[in-house]
């Protein structure tokens, strides 16, 4: 089982759209959870933190369920812009380390069309 | 935008070449990384360092090697270059005591 999953996709919505994003993790201990974006051939630029009590940034909203170890991506009024692949990513908090490396997951890919 | 530069953005060279793949950023980061990213592909970590003298293997086995002798400056290094090498490095950075990591704008190395 990957330590990252994500549902690949395409998800190809219409302009105005509200789309979700869903990620389940394997390590109980993450304590670090974010959204990137990656443009195509470009590098991995941050989206968002997410926080037990989720969080909003505009038409970006994310959830953390640490119970059930999955964290969501809500896109509302979708953009032309926002067409690119959203990566999950968890800290590895390994061993007691407060040095945890992130695991990235795959990535989903959204393409937003007129 | 984050300060992390990575040089050459092109690579294309042959088989058996050595080669530097540069990475530097001026943020002040204790912590840096380097994945290996194929197209279409999830990022994979290959390299790390938690600060000057320190560098770790990643998750992904690579016949790379990385050295930490500057803050500032993470450069990784294939001796003899491969058509399997071929790929996209990414290399980031992070505060000491954070997790989130910014990115360069990544290495694109072609071996013929």
């Known amino acids: 089982r990957k330590e990252v999953e994500q549902d690949p996709g395409p998800f190809n919505v219409p302009e105005g759209a509200t789309v979700a994003f869903n990620c389940t993790y394997s390590n109980s201990a993450s304590q670090s959870f974010f959204w990137y974006r990656q443009d195509c051939r470009k590098e991995p630029k941050l989206l968002m933190s997410?926080?037990?009590s989720g969080n909003e940034d505009g038409r970006f909203t994310a959830q953390l369920n640490r119970a059930s170890q999955y964290i969501s991506l809500l896109i509302r009024d979708s953009k032309l812009s926002d067409s690119a692949t959203y990566l999950c990513v968890v800290n590895d908090h390994a061993g007691g380390t407060s040095y945890g490396k992130l695991t990235f997951g795959q990535g989903t890919i959204l393409t937003v069309h007129p | 935008e984050a300060d992390i530069y990575q040089t050459p953005r092109y690579l294309v060279i042959g088989t058996g070449k050595k080669i530097t793949l540069e990475c530097s950023q001026t943020?002040?980061?204790?912590?840096m990384y380097w994945y290996q990213q194929d197209p279409g592909m999830e990022l994979h970590l290959i390299h790390y360092s938690y600060g000057v003298n320190s560098t770790e293997k990643g998750d992904l086995s690579s016949e790379s090697t990385v050295s930490r002798i500057r803050t500032e400056h993470f450069p990784l290094t294939l001796e003899s270059a491969r058509p399997s090498h071929t790929s996209q490095y990414l290399c980031?950075?992070?505060?000491?005591?954070?997790?989130?990591?910014?990115f360069g704008p990544g290495t694109r190395l072609t071996v013929l």
């Open positions: 997410v926080y037990s």
């Open positions: 980031a950075s992070s505060d000491l005591f954070a997790d989130t990591q910014y």
């Open positions: 943020m002040g980061h204790d912590k």
